[in-house]
């Protein structure tokens, strides 16, 4: 446009983009680079760990990469004695052979994860009342003053540690599967004295040195790495009940009972200037929070459940029978488990954070409000009425924009939902029709997204 003239103007902020409602006007890291980028990158550094030291220190620590190095190291000796005894009954053995490798899987897995997950302003001016003990008082504030008191309202929440508890729990199990696979098929077994100790102090006595190395190697790698990995999903956990409780607080603004049994400030929803506070506020704190990073913890949860069930019935379908007679199979059975713990979580809370959001009954009592003070200031009847339009404006356009199916926080993609549809449904029914004697086909169901 450089042959048209041109003026300087000043850009109307005190209008409402489609942007700020959605949320996408607060800052978001987004992915730079390809995810096939990303795995290249995660899988060199985990080969070459001591090499990308200070990469790895700057993204943890040095005492988390100390002990990843001694992991590491470990790891590589227990793989270097495996492969330099090929031919040996040590090789042969397909145990060993999962007790070598499995390790090694998880730490690319984590590799990948943590690679993947390396403030606007508001300031618009609302009237709020306050609480100072019984007496109520009226304060002129912003919406990022009104976002900051509900953060630190609930930053001074306790926090709980139920899920880090439950990740350590598995974390044990995971690390004791092997020696409980090896007592389960331990022909010295004694069940009605349960003495576990001597099968197992027998089994020791008859492997060799190096048997017994990738053995306790194993235990040593799935103990550690399994109680990252389990941190990394607790902090996701974190992240969504602070949403939750951002949710809750949110909701307390225009409840002046609530407000007033919280110390929150209150407001209506009689003006304008209120309701575009209020789309402000509402898209800040569903933003507020670490994003990507916790949507990709989630994605990775996810995808990982996906191909363990998915392998899982491929082993039901192969032999049903020969089931437990394979080390793989009772890892997959026992991630599977503590997986689907973890993600029934995330659903719960993504829904109960959906809800919160989507109280459109805010709203509408917001509108017979406007209502009861129009019969009692007849004189403000034109200027109430421009603020319930809009109110109902806003109630039409937040049913437009957020689907009702969609769950907070976790990422919603047609891929995923494709391969839960043909690959999931088809392998499930491929292993109820075994087990029930009669044709299903699950993936026909068609299932709302």
């Known amino acids: 446009f450089k042959h048209v003239p041109k003026r300087s103007v000043r850009v109307k902020t005190e209008l409402i983009d489609v942007d700020l409602v959605r949320g996408s006007t607060f800052s978001r890291a987004k992915p730079e680079v390809s995810w096939t980028y990303v795995a290249k990158k995660a899988l060199t550094r985990v080969i070459f760990f001591p090499l990308c030291s200070r990469w790895w220190i700057q993204q943890t620590s040095v005492k988390v990469w100390l002990l990843m190095l001694v992991l590491y190291l470990i790891q590589l000796s227990a793989v270097l004695i495996f492969f330099r005894n090929v031919g040996d009954s040590i090789t042969q053995d397909e145990l060993i052979l999962s007790e070598a490798i499995i390790p090694v899987a ?8 943590h690679s993947q997950t390396v403030l606007s302003h508001i300031s618009h001016r609302v009237s709020c009342m306050i609480w100072e003990g019984s007496e ?24 709980s540690s139920d899920y880090i508890l439950i990740g350590l729990v598995f974390s044990l199990i995971l690390g004791l599967v092997p020696i409980m696979f090896r007592i389960y098929h331990c022909k010295d077994l004694d069940v009605e004295s349960l003495n576990l100790s001597v099968p197992f102090m027998n089994l020791i006595e008859a492997n060799t040195w190096r ?12 103990l550690c790495l399994s109680v990252i990995f389990f941190f990394l999903l607790s902090v996701a956990d974190r992240t969504f009940k602070q949403r939750l409780l951002y949710a809750k607080h949110f909701c307390y603004l225009t409840s002046s009972r609530r407000a007033k049994k919280f110390d929150m400030p209150h407001f ?17 704190l569903k933003k507020r929070g670490p994003q990507r990073s916790v949507d990709v913890i989630v994605s990775a949860a996810f ?3 996906i ?7 491929l082993q039901l379908l192969k032999d049903t029978d020969k089931f437990l007679d394979y080390l793989c199979n009772w890892e997959l059975m026992v991630w599977c488990l503590a997986l ?18 989507r109280n459109l009954s805010v709203l509408i009592t917001e509108q017979i409000n406007l209502y009861l003070q129009m019969e009692q200031k007849p004189h403000k009847k034109e200027e109430l009425m421009v603020a319930n339009n809009v109110l109902k404006l806003a109630e039409d356009l937040l049913k437009e924009l957020e689907s009702p199916f969609k769950i907070s926080g976790v990422s919603a993609n047609p891929v995923l939902y494709n391969i839960i549809k043909v690959v999931v449904l088809s392998a499930f029914s491929a292993v109820l029709t075994e087990l029930l004697g009669f044709k299903l086909k699950l993936y026909k169901i068609k299932l709302k997204a």
């Not at 998880?106 to 994860?113: D, K, P, S, T, V």
């Not at 048997?211 to 799935?222: A, D, T």
């Not at 689907?340 to 959001?357: E, Q």
Request: hydrophobic share 50%; aromatic share 8%.
């Open 307 to 313: 191909i363990l069930l998915t392998l899982v019935c």
């Open 211 to 222: 048997e017994n190395f990738i053995l306790c190697n194993g235990i040593l790698q799935r």
């Open 106 to 113: 998880i730490m690319f897995i984590l590799g990948l994860i």
């Open 268 to 284: 209506r929803l009689n003006k304008v200037r209120n309701i575009k506070i209020w789309l402000s506020l509402r898209s800040y």
């Open 303 to 305: 995808l990982l459940s």
């Open 136 to 159: 109520c008082k009226k304060v002129e504030l912003t919406a990022l003053d009104i976002g900051w008191t509900i953060i630190e309202k609930v930053d001074n929440i306790p926090e």
């Open 340 to 357: 689907g713990i973890y993600l029934m979580h995330y659903m719960t809370l993504g829904l109960k954070i959906n809800k919160k959001y």
